[in-house]
C-alpha cells in the first residue's frame, strides 16, 4: 500500500475544516467521530462511487517519524487483508504532512455505540458478536497479524448486522485510550495482564481482551471497576473477575468457564488460537435455553 500524497481543493463552510471540501476524490459530507490522536469523517469517494470512513491523523500525531512510520507499515499490512469480518483498508493518503486512511464504511456504528443504548446484550447476540470478531481476528493471526486493543469501540457494524474489527494492526499505534510507555500498548478495561508488563503483545493477548469485550456484553459492565487507569491494569495482572453468572444468574456456568479460559492470567492458560474460540463459541450459540424476554425480566428482579 503506497502512501499517495495528493491536493486540496477548498470550499467555503463553516463547520469542520474538512466537511464540505475536496481531497482528491473524496468529498467530506460530516464527522463521526472524534479523539485525541484522530478524527473520522464520512466521505463521498468518485470514483468509485462509494461512501467511506476517513481517519484523519492528528497534527500532534503526525509530527513523529517513528510513530508515522510505523502507522504506514501497519496500515499497509493490514490492507492486505480481504475477510468479510475485517474493516477494509482502501489506502492511506498525506496532505500537507497530513496522514489519513480512508476505510471501508460501517453504517452501523461501534459495538460501544450499541451497549450505550442497551447496555447488556441477550446471550445468543453476544455470543454472535465474538464469534464473529473471533473469525476476523483468527484471519488475521493466520498472517501473523495481532490487534493488540480489541474493544467495543473497534469492533464495528455494517448495516446488515455484520461484525467488522477496526484498527487492525495500527491499534497500538492510534487508540485513543491506549496506556503508553515502552511497550505498553492497550485500553486498561481490557488490556491483558501481559501487555500491561510491557511483553508483546500475542493472540493471546487479543483472546483475553475478546473476552473481557464478551464479558460486559453480557453484564453490561467491563470486568473490574474503573478505578483509575493504573489500577485497573493492576486489578487485571492480580484479580479474577466475578464470573459472569454470578451477575446474570440467568447465564449458565458454561459461559463462564469459556470467559474465565479466555481471560486466564498467564497466556499459555488460555485457548491456544482464536480457531478454538470459535469452536467453543459455536457450541454456547447452540444454547437454546434463555432469550432476550426472560434474561430482560431476570435482570429486572435484579435491579
Not at 464540505?20 to 463521498?44: H, M, P, Q, S
Not at 455484520?162 to 486498561?188: N, W
Not at 508483546?200 to 467491563?222: E, F, K, N, W
Not at 489500577?231 to 459461559?255: S, T, Y
Request: charged residues 30%.
Amino acid at each position: 500500500m503506497a502512501v499517495e500524497i495528493i491536493g486540496f481543493s477548498d470550499t467555503d463552510n463553516d463547520a469542520h475544516p474538512w466537511v464540505g471540501r475536496t481531497i482528491g476524490n473524496l468529498t467530506f459530507t460530516k464527522e463521526l467521530g472524534y479523539g485525541r490522536c484522530a478524527t473520522v469523517l464520512l466521505a463521498r469517494e468518485d470514483p468509485p462511487g462509494r461512501q467511506v470512513a476517513v481517519k484523519a491523523l492528528s497534527e500532534e500525531f503526525c509530527a513523529k517519524k517513528e510513530q508515522i512510520q510505523a502507522f504506514v507499515e501497519e496500515a499497509r499490512r493490514a490492507g492486505k487483508l480481504r475477510h468479510r469480518n475485517i474493516l477494509r483498508i482502501f489506502r492511506v493518503s498525506l496532505y500537507q504532512k497530513r496522514y489519513f486512511m480512508v476505510m471501508e464504511y460501517a453504517a452501523g456504528g461501534t459495538l460501544q455505540d450499541l451497549l450505550k443504548r442497551r447496555r447488556r446484550l441477550p446471550l445468543r447476540e453476544a455470543i454472535q458478536i465474538a464469534r464473529q470478531t473471533a473469525e476476523g481476528l483468527a484471519f488475521a493471526e493466520s498472517r501473523g497479524i495481532v490487534h493488540r486493543d480489541v474493544k467495543p469501540a473497534n469492533l464495528l457494524i455494517s448495516r446488515d448486522g455484520t461484525i467488522k474489527v477496526a484498527d487492525l494492526g495500527v491499534a497500538g499505534q492510534t487508540g485513543e485510550e491506549v496506556i503508553r510507555g515502552d511497550d505498553i500498548y492497550g485500553s486498561p478495561h481490557y488490556m491483558a495482564p501481559e501487555q500491561a508488563m510491557g511483553k508483546p503483545a500475542s493472540s493471546q493477548s487479543d483472546i483475553y481482551s475478546l473476552g473481557a469485550t464478551l464479558y460486559q456484553m453480557l453484564t453490561g459492565r467491563t470486568p473490574f471497576k474503573d478505578a483509575g487507569r493504573r489500577a485497573l491494569i493492576l486489578k487485571h495482572m492480580h484479580e479474577e473477575p466475578m464470573p459472569v453468572n454470578r451477575i446474570v444468574p440467568a447465564l449458565p456456568k458454561r459461559v463462564s468457564e469459556v470467559i474465565s479460559n479466555m481471560m486466564a492470567k498467564k497466556p499459555e492458560e488460555r485457548y491456544k488460537s482464536f480457531a478454538q474460540v470459535i469452536t467453543e463459541l459455536k457450541s454456547l450459540e447452540k444454547i437454546r435455553t434463555l432469550n432476550r424476554l426472560n434474561l430482560s425480566r431476570r435482570h429486572r428482579r435484579e435491579r
